[in-house]
């Protein structure tokens, strides 16, 4: 049994895996309440929650399933990329219960987790395909050759599709995460009426900008007045009780027309890495694939090309430890992960070159 721990951002998560990679259970504790007010993840207040927590949560899934710690065969932990404080807190967790047990800690890249987390919930798919991580810190395009094998085609020159979209909903006066918020939002105005710019448009590239579209919808929302800046942030649920009509209708025009371009922007990529890599499967992962819109405009690509189109659960999505689970369980069995001291694991802030093979 493979225990797998998650924290690399704001989310403590632990999950159990059978050796094949099945999950048994898998627990996620979202630390969203506590970082609301600031209007994003502050790394110090993160790291401390995530030592407080770990503990419970290993507890709750080793009670849950009348588990002892001895029965843990390996521990799998996310060592890179995320908030250095927060990767620690998880490390040295994995490295005690390693050391203490005398079992292997195999370190898992957490994009390699996000690539691979669609297999959780989808038996068929297949190596190779064409996959998008977009989450709050990457946009990355790849092609998944084979385990352990991928080659980045390309990837956000700024801003990262999660983060342009908590972006817009702080300006637009929401709490993070700003994904959910705009979705909402999009729904209560389908008209979207605002024609925000393509970013690179014309340009022979499969990287991503998001970063003049954000400055185009903060002068949209200035136009209209209803920029915020340094205001109490609301809840979907506040807007809703907002009075006045004409106001609430420019701030969901303005979030509607946001993800239409966002919706656009993907498929575009997505139907270009489609033509060059000639793959005849396709996957959207991280955050920003739990949103319904993009993954309404992807299926429909997927079936004019006659691609099969796959995305995780909407909880394995965002971050969770089964993914992290997942991966180590796939490397444990093809024999690749090489097991230094335990002592010897470090984290790191950065995607190491090498483990996940990226070359652009
Ligand atoms: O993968 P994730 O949980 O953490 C990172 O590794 O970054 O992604 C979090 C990001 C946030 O930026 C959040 O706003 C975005 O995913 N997100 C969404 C949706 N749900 C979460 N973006 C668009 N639509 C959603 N429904
Ligand atoms: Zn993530």
């Not at 084979?146 to 909903?169: C, F, I, P, R």
């Not at 300006?171 to 393509?198: H, K, N, R």
């Amino acid at each position: 049994m493979i225990l797998a721990i998650e924290t690399s951002c704001d989310d403590s998560a632990v999950a159990l895996l059978n050796s094949d990679g099945s999950l048994i259970i898998s627990r996620i504790s979202s630390q969203t309440e506590l970082h609301k007010k600031y209007g994003g993840i502050v790394p110090e207040i993160a790291s401390r929650k995530h030592l407080t927590t770990l503990p419970l949560l290993l507890r709750s899934v080793m009670e849950s399933q009348n588990l002892n710690l001895t029965d843990l065969k390996a521990v799998a932990v996310t060592y890179a990329p995320g908030l250095i404080g927060s990767l620690l807190v998880g490390v040295s967790y994995a490295k005690t219960l390693g050391w203490m047990l005398g079992i292997p800690v195999v370190p898992v890249d957490h994009l390699e987790g996000h690539l691979l987390a669609p297999f959780l919930d989808n038996s068929e798919i297949r190596f190779p395909y064409l996959a998008l991580i977009a989450s709050g810190g990457h946009t990355h395009l790849i092609h998944a050759q084979k385990l352990g094998q991928y080659k980045l085609l390309g990837k956000t020159m700024d801003d990262a599709a999660g983060e342009a979209y908590d972006k817009v909903a702080k300006m637009l006066g929401f709490q993070y995460p700003g994904g959910p918020v705009i979705e909402q939002l999009a729904a209560c105005c389908p008209e979207s009426t605002i024609d925000f710019p393509v970013p690179l448009i014309g340009k022979k590239t499969l990287n991503f900008s998001f970063s003049g579209l954000k400055t185009a919808v903060r002068n949209e929302a200035i136009r209209q007045g209803v920029y915020i800046e340094g205001k109490r942030l609301i809840s979907f649920f506040d807007y809703v009780e907002i009075g006045d009509p004409e106001r609430k209708r420019r701030i969901a025009d303005i979030a509607a027309s946001f993800q239409k371009i966002m919706t656009t922007i993907i498929t575009r990529r997505m139907t270009e890495a489609l033509k060059k890599t000639r793959l005849k499967q396709m996957v959207v992962t991280g955050g920003v694939a739990a949103n319904t819109g993009i993954r309404a405009s992807l299926a429909q690509l997927a079936a004019q090309k006659g691609v099969r189109f796959f995305y995780p659960s909407t909880v394995n999505c965002t971050d969770n430890a089964a993914m992290i689970g997942y991966t180590a369980a796939q490397h444990l069995k093809a024999g690749k992960q090489s097991f230094e001291s335990v002592l010897k694991l470090n984290a790191s802030s950065k995607s190491p070159i090498g483990l996940m093979d990226i070359t652009v």
